[in-house]
C-alpha cells in the first residue's frame, strides 16, 4: 500500500513542491491513476463548504471599563450578547435577533459589520459589586478594540444536510428557506463533492487540532460539532478561528424571511493524501452523497422521508416527487464553496497554509437524540370536546342556524354522508347568508378549505394553526378524515387559564 | 416581451385592458394584476411585435407603462449565488450557469417572492 507521512507533505508545501487538488477534481484523478497513482500524484486535496451555519458565534472581550463593570447584559447594536462568563466575556451567538430590528438585523449582522471594519454601538448593564462598582456603560468599539474575538461555533460543516420540500397547503418559511405549498420546490444544502466531512468520513484525517480555513483566516477543529452523528453520516465540527482575521468575502449575514438571522461561512479543511484509503474518500462524487427528501409540511420533529436522492440529482435542477417534477435549488452556494477550496488550495501552494497532525481523531460515535421531555402538554384528544355537532351540505342554511342557536356553538362542520370533513361553518357565514337575503344550502356558503386537527396532535400545533390562519376552532378528524371532536381557542384559553 | 402597467386612480374602473386589445388585436396575457379600488398594477405579457403599439395604447389611456427589460436588482456585492431564488420564482427567471445565478429577462412578473427569499437581501424589485 502506497503511503507517506504528514511531516513528507508540510515539506513539499514549506518548497513549493507540494501537488494540491480541490476535491472536486479528485475523482476524475483517481479514476484516471488508481488509488495508489493517485497518493503518489496528489499530497492534498483542498475541500470547502460556503453555507447558513446557525450554530455560529464569538467570543468577545471587551477590556475593563474605569471604573470596572461586571456586566450582566450586554447589547451590540441592540442585539443581546450573552454575558453570563466573567466581567467583560461576551458570547454573541448568530441567530440572535435585534431589538429594534428584529430578525432583519443580528448577531450574525454584528459579526459582518465588525469584520468589514466597521463600529458598533455597545449597551451594557452591570451587576455592581465592591470590586465591579459600574452600574451601566456605553461606548462604540470596532473589532480591532476588543482585545480578542474569538470565533467558537458548535456546530459547523454538516457532512450532509436533508433536502426540504412541503406537502402543506400553505407556503412555509424555515430555515431551508421558503417552501412552497404542494410540494412546490425542493432546498437543499451543502457542497456535496465538495464537503468537507464527506471526503473523510471516518476521520483518517481530520480531527482535533486539524488546521482549517475558516471564514478567510486559519482555525482549528476543536472537536466533533454539537448533534454530532457519524453513525448515520451526519457528522458536524465544533470549529475556532480568530475573527480579527476573517473576512467578509467568506463571513456573509443572512435572513431567513420569517424565520431569523443566519450566518453565512465558508469552512474549508485540506486533507493530506497519506494513503489510498483517502485517495479513495476523497474520490467521492455527488452521486455518492444521498440524503433523505424531508416534508417540513409536517410540523414534527419525525417528518416524513419521501424518497432519498444524492446531490446529483439535487444539483439537476429537478427532482421527481410522486410522479411530478419538483424544481430543486440550494440555499448554500457552490460557487462559494468552489472558492474556499481555491483559495485554499492557493494557500497551500504557496506555502502559507501548513497541515496540521490532529491530536486525537474525531468519534466516529455520537450523539442526536430526541429532547427528552419530562412535563408532556397534552394533546388535542385530551381537551377538545367530543359532542360535536355535523351537517351534511345539503341542508338548509336556516337549519344550520337553528342547530347552532340550540347548540351554543359558533362552528358547523360540514360533512360527507360517511363522516369526512367536507367544509365548515360557522355563525358568520349564516349572518352573511340571511344578511344578502338569499340564504339556501349550506352547500353554497361553506368554507371548503378547511383547516383541522389531529387527536394526537399537541394542542401547541392546534393553537398556532388558529393563530397562523385567524380563526377559532378546528373540526379533530381520525386518520380516514372522520369528524370525531372541535377544539376551539376557549378550550386552549381555559388550559392556560389553569395552568396559571 | 412584459409591460407593467400602473393605473392611476380615477381610471382605474375602466375596462382598459379589454379595449387595448380590441383596438390592437394584441394577444396580451395577463400574468399578474393587483387591483383595488383606487389604483392598480398589471404584468402583461405581449407578442414582441405587438410591444410597441400596445404601450403606446395604453398611455394614450392614461396608464403608466414601464417595460420590465431588467428582471430584478441585484446587489453582487450582497449576492453569493447560493439559489435561494432559483426553485421559488413562478416563472423559472433565475438559472445556475456554472454555478452562478443568472437571470433572464423577459421572465420577471415583479411578483417579489424572491426578494423576500433571498437570505442576503440583495434583489430589489425595479419599481419599488
Same mark, same amino acid.
Given at each position: 500500500?502506497?503511503e507517506?507521512?504528514?511531516?513528507e507533505i508540510?515539506?513539499?508545501?514549506? /518548497?513549493g513542491?507540494a501537488?494540491?487538488?480541490? $476535491?472536486?477534481? *479528485?475523482? =476524475?484523478l %483517481?479514476?484516471?491513476?488508481g488509488?495508489a497513482?493517485?497518493?503518489r500524484?496528489?499530497?492534498v486535496?483542498?475541500?470547502g463548504t460556503?453555507?447558513?451555519?446557525?450554530?455560529?458565534?464569538?467570543?468577545?472581550n471587551l477590556?475593563h471599563?474605569?471604573?470596572?463593570?461586571k456586566?450582566a447584559?450586554?447589547?451590540l447594536n441592540?442585539?443581546e450578547?450573552y454575558g453570563?462568563?466573567a466581567?467583560v466575556?461576551l458570547?454573541?451567538?448568530a441567530t440572535?435577533?435585534s431589538? /429594534?430590528r428584529?430578525i432583519?438585523?443580528g448577531? $450574525?449582522?454584528v *459579526?459582518e =459589520?465588525? %469584520?468589514?471594519g466597521?463600529q458598533?454601538?455597545?449597551e451594557a448593564?452591570?451587576?455592581?459589586t465592591?470590586?465591579y462598582?459600574?452600574?451601566?456603560?456605553e461606548?462604540?468599539?470596532?473589532l480591532?478594540?476588543?482585545?480578542?474575538?474569538i470565533m467558537?461555533?458548535?456546530?459547523n460543516a454538516?457532512?450532509r444536510y436533508?433536502a426540504?420540500t412541503?406537502?402543506?397547503d400553505?407556503?412555509m418559511?424555515?430555515?431551508?428557506g421558503?417552501l412552497?405549498?404542494?410540494?412546490?420546490n425542493?432546498?437543499y444544502?451543502g457542497?456535496?463533492?465538495l464537503s468537507?466531512?464527506s471526503?473523510?468520513?471516518?476521520f483518517?484525517?481530520?480531527?482535533?487540532?486539524t488546521r482549517?480555513f475558516?471564514?478567510g483566516?486559519q482555525?482549528?477543529?476543536?472537536?466533533p460539532?454539537?448533534?454530532h452523528n457519524?453513525?448515520?453520516n451526519?457528522?458536524?465540527?465544533?470549529?475556532t478561528?480568530d475573527?480579527k482575521k476573517m473576512?467578509?468575502?467568506?463571513l456573509?449575514?443572512?435572513?431567513?424571511?420569517k424565520?431569523?438571522p443566519?450566518?453565512y461561512?465558508?469552512v474549508?479543511?485540506?486533507?493530506?493524501?497519506l494513503?489510498?484509503k483517502?485517495a479513495?474518500?476523497t474520490?467521492i462524487?455527488d452521486r455518492?452523497?444521498t440524503?433523505?427528501?424531508?416534508?417540513?409540511?409536517i410540523p414534527?420533529?419525525?417528518r416524513?422521508?419521501l424518497r432519498m436522492?444524492s446531490y446529483?440529482?439535487?444539483?439537476?435542477?429537478?427532482?421527481?416527487?410522486?410522479?411530478?417534477e419538483v424544481?430543486?435549488?440550494?440555499?448554500?452556494s457552490?460557487q462559494?464553496?468552489?472558492?474556499?477550496?481555491?483559495?485554499?488550495k492557493?494557500e497551500v501552494?504557496?506555502?502559507?497554509?501548513?497541515?496540521?497532525q490532529?491530536?486525537?481523531p474525531?468519534?466516529?460515535?455520537g450523539?442526536?437524540?430526541p429532547?427528552?421531555q419530562t412535563?408532556?402538554?397534552p394533546n388535542?384528544g385530551?381537551?377538545m370536546?367530543?359532542d360535536?355537532?355535523?351537517?351534511?351540505e345539503d341542508?338548509?342554511?336556516?337549519k344550520?342556524a337553528?342547530?347552532?342557536?340550540s347548540g351554543?356553538?359558533?362552528?358547523?362542520?360540514v360533512?360527507s354522508k360517511?363522516g369526512?370533513?367536507?367544509?365548515?361553518?360557522?355563525a358568520?357565514?349564516?349572518?352573511?347568508?340571511v344578511?344578502s337575503?338569499k340564504?339556501s344550502?349550506?352547500?353554497e356558503i361553506?368554507t371548503?378549505?378547511?383547516?383541522?386537527?389531529?387527536?394526537?396532535?399537541?394542542?401547541?400545533?392546534?393553537?398556532?394553526?388558529?393563530?397562523t390562519?385567524s380563526?377559532s376552532a378546528?373540526?379533530v378528524?381520525?386518520?380516514?378524515?372522520?369528524?370525531?371532536?372541535m377544539?376551539?381557542s376557549n378550550?386552549?384559553?381555559r388550559?392556560f387559564?389553569r395552568r396559571? | 416581451?412584459?409591460?407593467?402597467?400602473?393605473v392611476a386612480p380615477?381610471i382605474?374602473?375602466?375596462?382598459?385592458?379589454?379595449s387595448?386589445?380590441?383596438?390592437?388585436?394584441?394577444l396580451?396575457?395577463?400574468?399578474r394584476?393587483?387591483?383595488?379600488a383606487?389604483?392598480?398594477?398589471?404584468v402583461?405579457?405581449v407578442p414582441t411585435?405587438k410591444?410597441?403599439e400596445v404601450?403606446e395604447a395604453f398611455e394614450?389611456?392614461?396608464?403608466?407603462v414601464?417595460?420590465?427589460e431588467?428582471?430584478?436588482?441585484?446587489?453582487?456585492?450582497?449576492c453569493?449565488?447560493?439559489?435561494a431564488?432559483?426553485?421559488?420564482?413562478?416563472?423559472?427567471?433565475f438559472?445556475f450557469?456554472d454555478?452562478?445565478v443568472?437571470?433572464?429577462?423577459?421572465?420577471c412578473?415583479?411578483?417579489?417572492?424572491?426578494v423576500?427569499?433571498c437570505?442576503?437581501?440583495?434583489l430589489?424589485l425595479?419599481?419599488?
Open positions: 500500500m502506497q507517506k507521512s504528514l511531516s508540510n515539506e513539499r508545501i514549506r /518548497d513542491s501537488r494540491v487538488v480541490t $476535491a472536486e477534481e *479528485m475523482p =476524475d %483517481v479514476d484516471e491513476l488509488p497513482g493517485a497518493v500524484e496528489v499530497d486535496v483542498t475541500t460556503f453555507g447558513a451555519m446557525c450554530s455560529s458565534g464569538v467570543f468577545l477590556g471599563s474605569d471604573p470596572p463593570i456586566i447584559r450586554a447589547m441592540k442585539v450578547a453570563g462568563v466581567a466575556d458570547f454573541l451567538g440572535q435577533p431589538e /429594534d428584529g432583519e438585523y448577531g $450574525a449582522h *459579526m =459589520d465588525l %469584520v468589514s466597521k458598533i454601538e455597545v448593564q452591570g451587576a455592581p465592591d470590586c462598582p459600574q452600574r451601566e456603560l461606548t462604540c468599539l470596532r480591532e478594540d476588543f482585545n480578542q474575538a467558537v461555533n458548535p456546530r454538516y457532512q436533508n426540504a412541503n406537502s402543506s400553505r407556503t418559511y424555515t430555515y431551508m421558503t412552497l405549498p404542494g410540494f412546490g425542493i432546498h444544502s457542497a456535496g463533492v468537507p466531512i471526503n473523510d468520513p471516518n483518517e484525517a481530520i480531527g482535533i487540532g482549517i475558516l471564514g483566516a482555525g482549528y477543529v476543536i472537536g460539532g454539537t448533534q457519524p453513525q448515520n451526519f457528522s458536524t465540527l465544533m470549529v478561528g475573527m473576512s467578509n468575502r467568506f456573509r449575514a443572512a435572513t431567513f424571511h424565520y431569523g443566519s450566518l461561512l465558508g474549508g479543511i485540506p486533507i493530506p493524501i494513503n489510498e483517502l479513495r474518500s474520490a462524487r455518492d452523497i440524503v433523505p427528501v424531508v416534508d417540513y409540511g414534527r420533529r419525525d416524513p422521508s436522492v446529483e440529482d439535487l444539483k439537476s435542477g429537478t427532482i421527481e416527487l410522486n410522479g411530478k424544481a430543486s435549488s440550494s440555499l448554500s457552490f462559494m464553496a468552489r472558492e474556499v477550496a481555491r483559495t485554499l492557493e501552494e504557496k506555502g502559507e497554509f501548513l497541515l496540521s490532529a491530536v486525537e474525531l468519534s466516529g460515535v450523539s442526536a437524540r429532547m427528552k412535563k408532556q402538554s388535542v385530551d381537551v370536546s367530543r360535536v355537532v355535523t351537517v351534511l341542508i338548509p342554511v336556516e344550520a337553528k342547530l347552532i342557536v351554543s356553538f359558533d362552528h358547523l362542520p360533512v360517511d369526512r370533513l367536507m367544509g365548515i361553518i360557522t358568520w357565514d349564516i349572518s352573511k347568508a344578511a337575503g340564504p344550502r349550506i352547500a361553506m371548503r378549505r378547511v383547516h383541522s386537527a389531529r387527536l394526537d396532535e399537541p394542542i401547541e400545533l392546534a393553537a398556532r394553526t388558529l393563530d390562519h380563526i378546528l373540526p378528524v381520525d386518520k380516514e378524515d372522520k369528524v370525531i371532536g377544539i376551539t378550550h386552549l384559553s388550559l387559564a396559571r | 416581451m412584459k409591460l407593467m402597467l400602473h380615477g382605474v374602473r375602466y375596462p382598459l385592458i379589454a387595448v386589445i380590441l383596438e390592437t388585436s394584441a396580451v396575457n395577463i400574468e394584476a393587483s387591483i383595488d383606487v389604483s392598480g398594477e398589471i402583461l405579457e411585435e410591444c410597441v404601450k394614450r389611456r392614461g396608464v403608466r414601464v417595460p420590465l431588467i428582471p430584478v436588482i441585484r446587489d453582487e456585492n450582497e453569493v449565488h447560493c439559489g431564488c432559483v426553485s421559488i420564482c413562478p416563472t423559472r427567471t438559472r450557469e454555478w452562478r443568472v437571470a433572464d429577462s423577459g421572465k412578473i415583479q411578483c417579489g417572492a424572491c423576500m427569499g437570505p442576503q437581501r440583495a430589489k425595479v419599481l419599488k
